[in-house]
T-cell receptor, first 112, second 113 residues
């Protein structure tokens, strides 16, 4: 079945630093989504990507849909303490109703 | 627009019992998907409903079931609970025209003792 490999598993950074994380898949995806989850809450959608090569920004966040359709990355610029959380990539292969395949998550810790 | 709501937020049950969780999607969304989240397995897809019909099902035993009502609200039921069913259960809704851009609720934390 489809699998997503997300890296790194965790990051410890200083406030103000830039962050980069990525996901790779063994299969092609039609849609890539990036979510952030905080303790005790559900994942919150950050960015949605629908086309190969697409580069989309949301404030300090930038994400890209890889040309091969098998990868995506998320960058966070000038990190702040409230960026702390778990970031997940998710992909939709377009062949399975309502099913997103999720990466294992990147745990981000930001030191003030 | 109000987001996805889930009730209850927390549940404690004992082995062998059954449980029903509820999800109300974003107004106008007709697709509801359910996921189980555990530290070991991450987010795993349970099933998806659209217009009261289950269109897709993940690899979970038959003890896990669901349904959707005409107002798009959805419920999932787990019968004969096992310790391993302890997890955060998340539902997500999406609009029919969107290629699976899913918006998640806060989840129901189920603990099985």
């Amino acid at each position: 079945g489809q699998q997503l490999n997300q890296s790194p598993q965790s990051m410890f950074i200083q406030e103000g630093e830039d962050v980069s994380m990525n996901c790779t898949s063994s299969s092609i995806f039609n849609t890539w989504l990036w979510y952030k989850q905080e303790p005790g809450e559900g994942p919150v959608l950050l960015i949605a990507l629908y086309k190969a090569g697409e580069l989309t920004s949301n404030g300090r966040l930038t994400a890209q849909f890889g040309i091969t359709r098998k990868d995506s990355f998320l960058n966070i610029s000038a990190s702040i303490p409230s960026d702390v959380g778990i970031y997940f990539c998710a992909g939709d292969g377009g062949t399975s109703y309502g099913k997103l395949t999720f990466g294992q998550g990147t745990i981000l810790t930001v030191h003030p | 627009k109000a987001g996805v709501t889930q009730t209850p937020r927390y549940l404690i049950k004992t082995r062998g019992q059954q449980v029903t969780l509820s999800c109300s999607p974003i107004s106008g969304h007709r697709s509801v998907s359910w996921y189980q989240q555990t530290p070991g397995q991450g987010l795993q897809f349970l099933f998806e409903y659209f217009s009261e019909t289950q269109r897709n099902k993940g690899n979970f035993p038959g003890r896990f079931s669901g349904r959707q009502f005409s107002n798009s609200r959805s419920e999932m039921n787990v019968s004969t609970l096992e310790l391993g069913d302890s997890a955060l259960y998340l539902c997500a809704s999406s609009a029919t025209s969107s290629p699976d851009t899913q918006y998640f609720g806060p989840g129901t934390r189920l603990t099985v003792l």
